[in-house]
């Protein structure tokens, strides 16, 4: 499969432990976001990359957030001192830049609980 | 701002009948729209798209959706539903930011219920 691949797919935390998730995204595919969703909302932007670097974040991404792209390739999201609002399914995205006609390809998600 | 608005939570059609899922937007000049489904774990997918060509989109699963200038509309549609039509869509608007990348700005969703 080249599809854009995200681990773990689900994630039950206790309140206040760190968590980090992973995407890899389609080979060739320089740009990369993430996204969250929480139940009966759409997906919300949190961050943009272009190859390695960080080029948006969302004021929902707080600075118990962060997230890379060390070598332009995978992605991590971190998330310290998790709280119960963290709870939410994290999406993983990736497009071309050049190419870029607003089809963004998803992962199927990592669902975040925290207790 | 750009944005979207979908203005229903929930839809529930009979198989075979026809489909429409409202969408309206909100930007000061000409938008870049999308339309994603989401079935029940499964990666959001891109059903189709418009970007200022024709004003009728057909995508994928035969649906279809008509850019409205004049009601700043974007519903989709679908003549016929099939059980498999069941998902959540999306109204999605492309913003482009400052720095001139483009990201993309969901609505809340619509669940589609088919039933039998």
């Known amino acids: 499969d080249t599809g854009v691949s995200q681990d773990p797919r689900h994630k039950i935390t206790k309140r206040g432990q760190n968590v980090t998730f992973r995407c890899d995204p389609i080979?060739?595919?320089?740009?990369l976001y993430w996204y969250r969703q929480t139940l009966g909302q759409g997906p919300e932007f949190l961050t943009y990359f272009q190859n390695e670097a960080q080029l948006e974040k969302s004021r929902l991404l707080s600075d118990r957030f962060s997230a890379e792209r060390p070598k332009g390739s995978f992605s991590t999201l971190e998330i310290q001192r998790t709280e119960q609002g963290d709870s939410a399914m994290y999406l993983c995205?990736?497009?071309?830049?050049?190419?870029?006609?607003?089809?963004?390809?998803f992962g199927e998600g990592s669902r975040l609980t925290v207790l | 701002a750009q944005s979207v608005t979908q203005l229903d939570s929930h839809v529930s059609v009979s198989e075979g009948t026809p489909v429409l899922l409202r969408c309206n937007y909100s930007s000061s000049y000409s938008p870049s729209l999308f339309w994603y489904v989401q079935h029940p774990n499964k990666g959001l997918q891109l059903l189709l798209k418009?970007?200022?060509?024709?004003?009728l989109v057909k995508g994928i699963n035969g649906f279809e959706a008509e850019f409205k200038k004049s009601e700043t509309s974007f519903h989709l549609t679908k003549p016929s539903a099939h059980m498999s039509d069941a998902a959540e869509y999306f109204c999605?608007?492309?913003?482009?930011?400052?720095?001139?990348?483009?990201?993309?700005?969901f609505g809340a969703g619509t669940r589609l219920a088919v039933h039998p």
């Open positions: 999605v608007v492309s913003v482009t930011s400052s720095g001139g990348y483009n990201k993309l700005i």
């Open positions: 080979s060739e595919h320089n740009r």
């Open positions: 995205a990736s497009s071309l830049a050049l190419a870029y006609t607003g089809e963004l390809f």
């Open positions: 418009y970007t200022s060509a024709a004003t």
